[in-house]
């Protein structure tokens, strides 16, 4: 390691201590060299012209002290150390590299992977898009075949239809030509006999005048015989009669009696029909009726059979209202299934509201949960009976007194004809009739339930509103109501037809619960039967598709044609009450379910 020190074997001193190095030969120099400066004065000046050998004597000399000094051994450990360092630096240069190199194969591998996965994944696109243009190209074929089979098809038809028409063409001429040669040989046959017969009369003319004549003259001697014979006869009967006063009285008493039995039986039968009438017969005016009838035993006794032997049902059994009015009405029921069983008198009750909002729907429920029997008449049909209204409506509580299991009277649109009396658009004969319904209800019955209906309450005469023992408001349904509605008439036409598979209907998949959640948020406003007309649409949607499918995009669109319909009918109620305004000179109350439309 000498040499760290500017030492070789060649230039060690005599006493074995190191030599001075000798300073690199300077370019220019010569061979020889000179003294100190040697060589041309006047050679060109380079890089080392300006060096400085006194820098090299020190090292030198350096150099020599610190061989002859103590320390001269640390320093060789020292450079022995550095040498070893260099080493170990050498080495772990070169298993850096090793490294470099092996991390180098390790990307070529990892490229050369990419690059057969890459070339795999291309081989299977082209095998795929090869398997998928043979694919269309097999269904092009096939297409191509049923196209041309099709044709081939529809070519042998029109053929066939062709022929079918040349065969018929060819069978009616033949119809036709043989019918022309019969009428011809007909009329033939005809003129020949014509013509024989007028020929035979020609030659018989005088015998058949000859037996026209007597046989007139015959008959006239016949009739006269028969004449004369009836008059005597009669004649001599009369005249015996005439003289026998026991048979002229006989006779009078015998056509009195016969008469006086003809009005007793006219009388009896018409009385006879209208007990009949009152007791079995459904009145005109009532439009429905539970009540079992005798015609209606006669043609279903099944139906007659099954409904006496039904068991009462739940009074809100399909009705949804709101927790403060559902509890309110079955009170009521209860109330009158006890009246019912007690055979004490009846309440008469007032359900007013909106219409679709369950008034119709409850009262059935009512009737059926308490054992009753149901009528149902309309307001609208009494104005147009006219003088016959005061009559119709007596009939109507003379067979609702015949009831043995009690009446429910329920009169739907009951403003129609329940007007205040004082006003003068009531007619004498509605007039009338509503006083003949006031004298039926004056009191209450053990018989019947009168059950009035109305949207418009506010125009009772007054003595209506004495009759009421308790009213009843039938709002719109709630969000939580509403919600109720769409999911049990989303039940009833869509789940039940589609789940059956008796019918042409399929669903779609997507949250039903979630969208009728939706659907009661939008359909604020709305009343429970426009809820129901909301169902029934979807169904016909999904009937009217191509492939009977119900999807949650047909509904949503059923749903925003719904809301903007109800929204123009109430558009046309605002507008109808701003001209009753105009009309009438001053301001006047809507009906109460009018408002803004949702």
């Known amino acids: 390691m000498s040499w760290l020190f500017g030492l070789n074997k060649g230039q060690q001193g005599e006493g074995g201590g190191p030599a001075l190095p000798l300073p690199p030969a300077l370019p220019g120099a010569g061979d020889g060299g000179g003294d100190g400066g040697g060589g041309d004065r006047h050679a060109p000046k380079d890089k080392w012209s300006n060096f400085d050998p006194t820098g090299l004597e020190r090292a030198a000399k350096a150099a020599r002290e610190l061989e002859h000094s103590r320390h001269a051994k640390d320093a060789l450990h020292l450079a022995q150390m550095q040498e070893q360092t260099l080493q170990l630096e050498q080495q772990s240069k070169v298993k850096e590299y090793e490294a470099a190199v092996e ?26 898009a090869r398997a998928q243009y043979q694919d269309k190209l ?16 529809e070519e042998n038809l029109r053929k066939q239809e062709e022929s079918v028409q040349k065969q018929e063409a060819i069978r009616r001429a033949t119809v036709e030509r043989e019918m022309e040669l019969r009428h011809k040989n007909e009329m033939l046959r005809i003129e020949a006999e014509t013509r024989a017969r007028a020929k035979a009369e020609r030659e018989n003319a005088d015998i ?47 056509l009195t009696l016969l008469a006086a039995g003809i009005y007793t039986a006219k009388n009896a039968t018409g009385v006879a029909g209208r007990y009949i009438e009152a007791r079995l017969g459904k009145p005109s005016l009532v439009r429905e009726t539970s009540r079992i009838t005798v015609l209606e035993a006669l043609k279903h006794p099944i139906q007659v059979g099954k409904r006496l ?44 509201g909106p219409p679709g909002t369950g008034k119709t729907l409850f009262a059935k429920k009512l009737a059926m949960h308490s054992g009753m029997d149901y009528a149902i008449m309309t307001g609208g049909d009494v104005a ?39 006003t ?8 009338a009739t509503l006083n003949a319904f006031l004298h039926r209800t004056g009191q209450h019955s053990n018989k019947f339930m009168l059950v009035l209906a109305s949207n418009q309450p506010e125009q009772f005469d007054w003595a209506i509103n004495d009759r009421i023992d308790e009213m009843v408001n039938f709002a719109l349904p709630q969000l939580e109501e509403r919600e109720r509605l769409v999911r049990m008439y989303f039940d009833k036409y869509v789940l039940k037809p589609a789940t059956e598979g008796k019918q042409r209907l399929k669903l779609a998949q997507f949250d039903y619960g979630k969208k009728c959640s939706e659907i009661a948020q939008l359909t604020d406003g709305m009343s429970g039967r426009e809820i129901s007309q909301l169902a029934v649409a979807w169904q016909a ?6 492939d009977g499918v119900l999807t949650e995009a047909m509904v949503d669109a059923r749903v925003k044609d719904a809301m903007q319909q109800h929204r123009q009918k109430m558009e046309w109620i605002q507008a109808q009450g701003t001209e009753r305004d105009k009309d009438g000179g001053k301001s006047q109350a809507l009906p109460f379910f009018q408002g803004t439309p949702a």
């Open 103 to 128: 991390q180098l194969k390790n990307e070529q591998i990892r490229v050369q992977a990419e690059e057969r996965r890459k070339t795999l994944n291309e081989e299977t696109r082209q095998h795929q």
């Open 541 to 546: 949607l999904a009937y009217a598709s191509e």
């Open 208 to 254: 058949i005048r000859e037996q026209i004549r007597l046989k007139a003259a015959e008959h006239r001697q016949t009739i006269l015989e028969s004449l004369k014979t009836a008059g005597t006869l009669f004649g001599e009967g009369f005249r015996a009669f005439v003289t026998d006063w026991d048979k002229v009285t006989a006779t009078v008493a015998g």
């Open 424 to 431: 003068e658009k009531i007619s004498e004969d509605l007039r």
């Open 309 to 352: 032997t039904s068991k009462p049902q739940d009074a809100l059994e399909g009705v949804v209202l709101s927790p403060k009015l559902e509890e309110r009405v079955r009170d009521i029921a209860i109330a009158t299934r006890n009246t019912k069983k007690n055979k004490s008198l009846y309440r008469n009750i007032l359900m007013y």
């Open 384 to 422: 147009p009976m006219g003088r016959e209204g005061v009559t119709a409506m007596h009939k109507v509580f003379d067979w609702a007194n015949t009831s043995r299991r009690g009446l429910l009277l329920f009169v739907d649109e009951a403003d129609a004809f329940l007007r205040k009396r004082a």
């Open 138 to 153: 097999a269904r092009q074929r096939y297409d191509d075949q049923l196209r041309q089979q099709q044709l081939l098809n």
